[in-house]
């Protein structure tokens, strides 16, 4: 492994050093009574052999059972030690993923599939827990039995256990020669369950989709053709591996019948005792299990190698909003609401059309704000912009007279409730999801924040009322349903600005505007209204006109409707389509 994963994976073990430490004392003190035991039997044969003694011998086994049973149960608390540390390493690195995660911005997730993190936060952490934990037993029982083996073979009969472990060399070459084939198979698994787990939950997400348009039997291929790319590398690494562990037994093997072929000639011509004899076997046999387990290692190596980059990838991308050094507070309590841009410009990343284009408005306090505009024309941009959502760059858009990018950002967004387009629901109860922004927010609260958003009275028709599952992402709901709950969470949390980013795109026009009234007697709170329905958004304070990133008109309905223009034109347009309906 090279440096740069082993610093990675110390860091990992470091808080569960005490259970290593006690694991690796555990490990040595086993190989050392490995080691005494073949002796002690050396001994003891070679003394009967001499002159027979039953009583000695009786003692010779009694000890003999005391220290395997020692030996069996300090094993067992090594095992204990270094398999819970590697639980241990799971827990921390799944919690250390989940936590990293939320600190990264929306737009890394349009780029990275959520399959192929949940894959990462779950196969590759196992991968990483069977290494700190398997692995790492064999590879220190390995060193230990080596290390103290070898001198007391060696002690025994220099020439025969020379010639026992003179084929050793041929395995650690074959084990090198197969480790790079296996790291590549163990990635291409890895990449195709990724693949498998996306495309699992886009079809669970998107299973209404799948029925509509009668797909199930192309989505059962597409399925198919992933889980047997999936088998087919699962069958490959096992034919390496496979064949990697044949050899490598194949090699004990041959090493045992040249000790017994070797020994059996040095007894009969008297060069070495029964006795010596013997404990060179069992000592040899030692070394065939954690040698024969070396295939084992190597294999869970190989997949906490690849799964230690592939974790790593997610850590190496950092947050690419968030707090300066000693950012500004901003008490909920104390904003007033004023929203100012200067210059306001923004482009997304790889793109070169600026989104947001010299944007210049001010906002009063409690002030009612539409904005307006074809598709594409930065409408939605813009609102993400306000609470930060987006990298905008210093001394561009300004809250009550502080730049947004100096606020600390959990005060920022506490104090804006927004609303986005896509309404997302949790796998919960109706009333966690409206009081998701204050999880103790009493039931009066709630149902009045549901009635403020329209959605109070079909809220009753449920079986369990507010107590009723929503089911995942709010499957279980109209889209209507979904945005007006997404409404009422935004009113819980009370904040003092409120932007709501076309939102009421799945409510009729009646609805809209009760509910766009219900916003505006709101004490004081200033309210960035998006829409494309006209006939609420007429009801603003003012109403800004945007179109290719630039807000083109700025004024009240009336003002709007007597300037040649872009709004002329949209509310021209809106008019005919209701008299065609």
Known sequence: MTNRRIRKLWQYLRPNWTSILIGVVSLFIVNVLGVYIPLMIKNTTNTLSTRFELGHLQQQIILLAVLISLMWAIRIVSRIALFGAGRQVEIYLKQKIFDHLLKLEPSYFSINTSGDLINRSTSDVENIRRLVGF???????????????????????????????????????????????????????????????????????????????????????????????????????????????????????????????????AIFKGQIKVGDFLALLILIERLVFPTALLGFTITAYQ???????????IFQSQPKISNIDHPLALSKNEVKGAIKAINLNYTYPGSLVPALKNLNFEINPGELIAIVGGVGSGKSTLANAIPRMLDIAPDQLFIDGQDITSVKLEDLRRAIAYVPQESFLFSTDIRNNIRYGDPLAENLKVERSAKLAQIHQEILNFPEQYDSLVGERGITLSGGQRQR??????????????????????????????????????????????????????????????????????GTHSELLEQTGLYQFLWQQNQLEKILQ
């Open 135 to 265: 692995a790492l037993l064999s590879l220190i029982n390995t060193i230990f039995a080596y290390a103290l083996t070898l001198p007391a073979m060696l002690a025994l009969d220099l020439p025969l256990s020379l010639m026992a472990l003179s084929v050793y060399p041929l395995m650690l070459i074959t084990v090198k020669v197969f480790s790079g084939k296996l790291r590549d198979q163990q990635s291409e698994i890895q990449k195709n369950l990724s693949d498998l787990s996306e495309m699992i939950q886009e079809d669970i997400s998107g299973i209404a989709l799948i029925k509509i348009y009668s797909q199930e039997e192309n989505e059962r291929a597409a399925f198919n053709k992933k889980n047997q790319a999936l088998l087919q590398s699962n069958l490959k690494l096992v034919q390496t591996r496979n064949f990697l562990f044949a050899i490598v037994e194949g090699i004990t093997s041959l090493s045992l019948l040249i000790l017994l072929w070797a020994g059996g000639i």
């Open 303 to 313: 997949r906490g190698e690849v799964s230690i980059d592939r974790i790593e990838e």
């Open 485 to 554: 709950m997404s409404l009422a969470r935004a009113l819980t949390i009370d904040a003092p600005i409120i932007i709501l980013d076309d939102c009421l795109a799945s409510v009729d026009n009646q609805t809209a505007s009760e509910i766009l009234k219900n916003f505006s007697n709101a004490q004081g709170k200033t309210i960035v209204f998006i829409s494309h329905q006209l006939s609420a958004a007429a009801k603003a304070d003012r109403i800004f006109v945007m179109e290719k990133g630039e807000i083109v008109q700025i």
